[in-house]
């Protein structure tokens, strides 16, 4: 049994590193909650061990040697009273004072030339729009490497909460707004978030995934989100999906620049840049999104997206036109 369970705690701290993980920091906001954790995981192994050892003492010295025999009666001991309250108190305050600062520098201003993001939750996908930039995207999140990011949070129906572990702690996505991350990813690459307030049917399937950048390429990412969507040339399979999209209720819920300025669902001007659909649960292929158009409800359990009624010949030429859509 100690071997099963020694397997067990084994398998799940195998990777430090791993995607969603959170005992590794990319940023140093993740950094200040991540020191916490380490100091006061350092102070439940001390305790741990300490009495591990306290209760072993007292079995083997203390144990039962003749059943007749009245064991010693004590009554009261101050010394003792006065330690295993003050030892804890100190203890505590070890714990106490150091998070209470952490807490305080989690909530910095963001500084002058911080990247202004703001994240939206819905049911049940993550929005984020860079005012300063004029672009809107959903799921992905890319931020530049090394330059201060900061996400302004909201939701836009119920409360969620917005959640990348690698880069730091979660915070409540409130309808009405008043919640902030500041915070400044070190190292490129591309890290899983998950909505961590339950919001209803799919709250797991409400993913996001950041990709931190070079600069450089994020701008290069910038400058491509910048342009309008594209237009297929005409009489391709892609044009008849453009003709399918703007015939069917697809043109009410979604933007896609220069066809459409729906604000229900999520911004699809530049989909096929993205990695994933349906708010992060499935990789963008053109299998999936055909799914996805035909039944979003069937995949991805209370979707707000209808089904909607489509030829399979329409359905085909709506994944060209969206696969088209770089
Ligand atoms: Cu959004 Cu849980």
Redesign the pocket.
Known sequence: MALAALALAWGGCGRFDSPAGYLTSRSEFGDVSLRIFHQILGWDTAIFLLVQVLLLVAVFRFRERDPRALPVQIRGSARLELAWTVVPAVILAFIAFPTIAAVFRTQAVPPAGALRVQVV?H??WWEFRYPDLGVTTATDLHLPAGRPASLEITGADVI??FWVPQLGGKRDAIPGGGTRIVLTARTPGEYYGQ??????TS?AN?RDLAVVEPPAAFDAWVARQQQPGASPPDGSPAAAGLDVFRRNACVGCHTINGVSAGVVGPDLTHLASRRTIAGGMLPRTPENLARWIRNAPAVKPGALMPEIPLSDADVQALVAYLESLQ
């Open positions: 939750g049911r049940w969620h909460s909505c961590a307030e339950f919001c209803g709250h409400m």
